[in-house]
């Protein structure tokens, strides 16, 4: 599933072509994704204006004029592709098309600025909705939602808070998304791996016995940010159906330091270790039990 990097580049792919557009002609192909589109989707979207696009968490968020905000999830592999139509000039480097199977290209909006958007998911994990701009936070799908790694909010004090007393182990803490929001798999296991902490550990170990953040906590918040800034910079990482909005592969995969790694000698300078792979609530996390303590 696409996680935080990957769903921000989509975003800032889709941005140039439909930031200040209006949906001229909406083509809805389907009446449901995972979950049914809205009622009247195709009409409620035409002759609005894209504000603008957010994040949050691993929705695209597209703000229209009409007060209403366009909620996508990409789910398993949902994907865009945009196609300018009487154009010569490129709208960005995200807008050619990436050659998906055209059986499963559910949705097609056309834009003002000439751009033709296409979503294409093959196994329908994807969904969409339609929620007025006031009601995002007491959404269903967002009010559970804990804070954004990438803002000020996540700080070591905000970690020792949550995992003062906890139970669970290091990777499901940051796992849970009403802790943390738009933390998967891979970037878990990557920051863990830069931090040096086992995520087979108690969460509680970042925080002290007042309540206070630990040396870890402190580190493990630098790395977060960090992995997540280095994946977007890399356009995500690319597993399986995984594409950006222009078709092309993530590059950050070229950069795991332990993800997928299983069996292979650690990178870290000095380290002997041997990377493993564990089966955690179904996922697989990977660790180096030499460095990460």
Not at 13 to 32: A, I, S, T, Y
Not at 142 to 148: C, S
């Amino acid at each position: 599933m696409p996680e935080l990097p990957e769903v921000e580049t989509v975003r800032a792919g889709l941005e140039p072509v439909l930031r200040g557009r209006r949906f001229l002609r909406v083509e809805q192909r389907r009446k449901d994704l995972r979950f049914p589109l809205p009622e009247r989707f195709a009409e409620r979207l035409t002759g609005r204006k894209v504000l603008r696009l957010d994040r949050r968490a691993k929705y695209i968020l597209v703000h229209l004029d009409g007060g209403e905000v366009l909620a996508i999830h990409l789910g398993m592999t949902g994907r865009f592709s945009v196609r300018q139509q009487g154009k010569t000039a490129p709208l960005g480097e995200y807008t050619y098309e990436h050659g998906a199977d055209a059986r499963h290209d559910h949705l097609v909006f056309a834009m003002s600025g000439g751009a033709i958007v296409t979503y294409n998911d093959a196994r329908r994990f994807g969904y969409m909705t339609l929620i007025h701009g006031a009601d995002i936070a007491q959404d269903a799908f967002f009010r559970n939602l804990g804070v954004e790694p990438l803002s000020d909010a996540l700080d070591a004090a905000f970690l020792a808070g949550k995992a003062r007393s906890r139970k669970t182990d290091l990777k499901a803490f940051l796992m849970d998304q009403r802790i943390v929001a738009g933390l998967g798999n891979i970037y878990v296991c990557e920051a863990l791996f830069r931090t040096g902490l086992d995520p087979l550990r108690g969460a509680a170990r970042l925080a002290t016995k007042s309540g206070r953040p630990t040396p870890a906590a402190e580190r493990l918040v630098v790395q977060i940010k960090a992995v997540l800034a280095d994946a977007i910079r890399a356009g995500g990482s690319t597993l399986r159906d995984y594409r950006q909005a222009n078709g092309s592969i993530g590059g950050f995969q070229e950069s795991f330091g332990v993800y997928g790694r299983e069996g292979e000698p650690c990178i870290k300078p000095g380290c002997r270790g041997t990377v493993r792979r564990k089966t955690q609530g179904g996922r697989s996390t990977f660790y180096c039990p030499a460095c990460q303590r």
